[in-house]
């Protein structure tokens, strides 16, 4: 699925200059995370032009079409135009001239101004619109913030995810999103997660209803997003079923094709999820910092065993 954002929200978040007035950006959407220097066009050359990303003109094009005779430059700029552009960004402040505006006008293409440099601004836009052009899928589960990793918590419904979360937000940790999770794939190592807008900072706790997380516990305690680190799957206690007890063989479950540190964790009367969870955060950042656990109680036996 190919998602769109709308070019009033981009010329809002990067604080743009609207020097067309007079062009209805109102309908013009970018589905583009990548932008373009039209260098190569300004000298006439428009084999693979991509035209359907934001056409950035940094000091380098600005100064190039300075120096072309006015004939000239208006042709290069109309042929740009006419491409369907969605519209073009002139970064440093630069002039732009009446010429432009009237050519851009007629073509109903937008031009915006800046103040930021080229470089800074389109490692910016380039950035925001990787995450709200990023593929994602909603699924059931809470997402916490636990000692800074990001704790996805999913299991069938009624089994407990938003009690630990509410015993891990009373611990001090954050919720960033409970019974719905938006996950987004801004890269290939890297999941988003964050909250529908109905449902952000609220935790439904069967019997009691809907609680507002922000009012009762403070600001401190909710986060809008988190990246996804570890998932803990609560299951029901299985006698039959085997769990693993060390911990030496990494379980991994996948989305949108990146693939998670995952654990299952059996559900009985006594068992503290919320300090559960927060010992499998604490143990996965060890993990990541080069300290396994379960692989020093492994090297322990085997030496005693050579010792013997």
Sequence with gaps: MTYTVELEKIVEKMELENCTPDVDISNIVISQSDVNRPALQLTGYFDHFESTRIQVIGYVEYSYMEKLDKLTAAKRISKILRAQIPCIVF???????????????????????TAKTTS????????????????RISIHGVLVDVFGEGLLIMGESG????????????????????????IKKVSDDTLIGTAPDVTRHLIELRGIGIIDVKTLFGVESVKNTQSIDLVIKLEEWDREKEYDRLGLEEKYTEFLGNKVVCHEIPIRPGRNLAIICESAAVNYRQKKMGYNAAQELYDRVTNNLMKK
């Design 91 to 113: 970064c440093r402040n630069l002039e732009v001239s009446e010429e432009i505006i009237k050519l851009a006008t007629e073509a109903k293409v937008p031009i915006f101004r």
């Design 120 to 135: 800074s601004f389109m490692a910016e836009v380039i950035r925001w619109l990787n995450v709200e052009l990023a593929p």
């Design 159 to 182: 089994i407990g995810k938003s009690e630990a979360a509410l015993e891990l937000i009373k611990r001090g940790h954050r919720l960033v999103t409970d019974d719905v999770v938006e």
